[in-house]
């Protein structure tokens, strides 16, 4: 910016006046002497210097302060009239002061606010987000049947949402599962101490009110409850399993909410909703004769099992589906025993001939019951025309708890003995199972503690799982060769009969076949029973004639013996 002047002989007479201009000493000493702000004056020199001794400058400063958006600076002038700028600043910025809400906010729409600068007439204006909701939180506690939850309304624009939603005060605590639709279905009493039991129609999971919706009741669900004395059923429920309410002794009436579409109660029986049909009868219901009205078309397997008032079934004249004999409910031909009066009185009871099919929970805890004859098939002297059809099949829990019964015989015409028939039958120490049955089913004998000696007949292939469950007092299993297959936990609690004097286990189990063959392929044996098959008892191996030593057995009369 600043240039020197080429002309010597100028600065050599500006030398020669440097004492005598003092006025301009300082200036010569802080900048060089010949300076200038603009080319035009160094080009175009002043008509002075030509004329007049040339002067050291001396500036006056002028200070331009910085405002809000420009910088500062200072500005030096000689009264010769150069001059030039200096000590530049940069801006100071606009000083704000505070943000001044000038459209408040709301929780429905957005406010404003604004500012101002304290040094100059800058204003920024901005958004306020909206306001939080101003939610006030009601409790709306459960009801027998129906949830109960907060809910939170805004005080300003009503904008309202529940939480904390927690279940009926209908019954606490039963058991359920979620199937795969995401529908629940109770499944027990769980830890319920209700007497009245009030299922909900609808469970929250959680707390955020996710549901799901009660569609049925499980088969078995309260059987043998002895605590219920009524139960109500929501109108969600769709379906309710065999034998949900089987053995309820104290149970004297169902209810059923009247928007349920599927059932329906008269009298406190549970009926279906066009009360066609029987589903279930309160088994502690104190009435010693029920009559199937004339309307009735169908009646659930387990409508009355371990109806233990009950003594005596009678029909109405108009009803062409079911009769009875003796108080026995059968259907109308007499072919399936439907029910057979859990209080009635008799020790024994002999089938009508015409009768095949024992249904399921027939004689659930008719416990009076000491004594069965089922039928087999009988023939005419020329061997060929049924005279008898006899029994092919017993239903499951067809004679659960029939804790009178001492003696079995299954007929020879019976293939199908189901799940459950004759569990814990406790005085059930005689068991003859016919030469039909290829398969011992699940938990069939389970807890007949009476059962001491058992033989398992060679046409049976299967003895399925949990087949003689708990049966504590089993000492002696006679296994015959047909036997291939032996379920989880068929002889668990089985044959643990300790030891004798001698140190030998009291109870044994006799094979009807080789010790190759038990350890062979052909036959296949639960690892579950292992322990109760051959540590607690001992194993006795087949054979026609006394292999001297070992454990062997042979029939003798009839009777599984050892050789010693
Ligand atoms: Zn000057
Ligand atoms: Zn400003
Ligand atoms: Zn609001």
Redesign the pocket.
């Known amino acids: 910016m600043k240039k020197i002047l080429p002309v010597i002989t100028l600065f050599i007479l500006a030398m020669t006046l440097l004492l005598a201009l003092a006025s301009c000493d300082k200036g010569s000493k802080d900048t060089p002497s010949l300076i200038s702000t603009s080319p035009q004056e160094t080009t175009t020199p002043a008509p002075e210097t030509t004329t007049e001794p040339s002067h050291e400058h001396s500036y006056t400063e002028v200070v331009t302060p910085p405002?809000?958006?420009e910088g500062g600076y200072t500005t030096y002038t000689c009264s010769c009239g150069d001059t030039y700028v200096d000590n530049q600043t940069d801006p100071l910025g606009?000083?704000w002061g505070e943000w001044k809400t000038t459209v408040a906010a709301t929780c429905t729409a957005v406010g404003t606010e604004t500012r101002s600068?304290t040094?100059?007439d800058?204003t920024e204006t901005r958004e306020i987000p909206k306001a939080a909701h101003n939610y006030v939180a009601t409790v709306i506690p459960p009801g027998k049947t129906t949830q109960g939850y907060t809910k939170h309304v805004c005080s300003v624009c009503g904008d309202s949402y529940n939480d904390n939603y927690t279940n009926p005060t209908g019954s606490v605590g039963l058991d359920f599962t979620v199937n795969p639709d995401d529908t629940i279905t109770i499944t027990g009493i769980g830890t319920c101490t209700d007497e009245d039991i009030i299922i909900y129609s609808t469970y929250y999971v959680d707390e955020q009110g996710n549901s799901k919706v009660v569609s049925s009741i499980a088969a078995n669900a309260f059987r043998d409850n002895t605590t219920i004395k009524t139960i109500s059923i929501p109108a969600s429920v769709t379906s309710i399993g065999d034998g949900a309410f089987a053995g309820c002794t104290k149970l004297t009436e169902f209810k059923v909410e009247s928007e349920n579409k599927n059932f329906s109660t008269v009298g406190g029986v549970l009926m279906s909703k066009d009360g066609s049909t029987i589903v279930a009868y309160p088994a502690g219901l104190n009435l010693t004769t029920y009559t199937v009205s004339a309307s009735i078309t169908t009646i659930r397997p387990s409508a009355f099992a371990g109806c233990a008032n009950l003594t005596v079934f009678e029909v109405a004249s108009g009803n062409a589906r079911f009769t009875t004999v003796d108080g026995v409910l059968y259907d109308s031909d007499k072919i399936t025993l439907i029910a057979y009066p859990a209080g009635k009185a008799s020790t024994s009871f002999t089938l009508p001939d015409t009768v095949e099919k024992i249904g399921d929970y027939a004689f659930y805890k008719a416990t009076k019951l000491s004594a069965i004859t089922l039928n087999d098939r009988t023939y005419e002297s020329d061997g060929t025309t049924v005279d008898v059809p006899g029994i092919s099949s017993i239903g499951s829990y067809a004679f659960y708890g029939c804790t009178g019964l001492t003696k079995i015989t299954i007929p020879n015409i019976t293939t199908a003995v189901n799940t459950y028939a004759f569990a814990n039958c406790t005085k059930l120490a005689e068991v003859n199972i016919g030469s039909g049955l290829k398969t011992i089913s699940t938990h069939c004998f389970e807890g007949c503690t009476a059962i001491k000696y058992l033989l398992i007949p060679e046409t049976v292939e299967v003895i399925d799982d949990y087949a003689f469950y708990d049966c504590t007092n089993l000492t002696t299993l006679v296994l015959r060769s047909g036997v291939k297959e032996i379920g989880y936990r068929a002889f668990t609690n089985c044959l643990n009969k300790g030891t004798d004097s001698t140190g030998k286990n009291i109870a044994r189990v006799y094979y009807e076949g080789t010790a190759s063959k038990w350890n062979s392929s052909e036959i296949t044996i639960d690892a579950s029973n292992w322990m109760y098959l051959t540590m607690y008892a001992d194993l006795y191996f087949y054979s026609e004639t006394d292999p001297g030593s070992g454990n062997y057995w042979r029939f003798v009369d009839g009777v599984a013996t050892p050789y010693r």
């Open positions: 405002t809000c958006t606009h000083d600068c040094r100059c800058a």
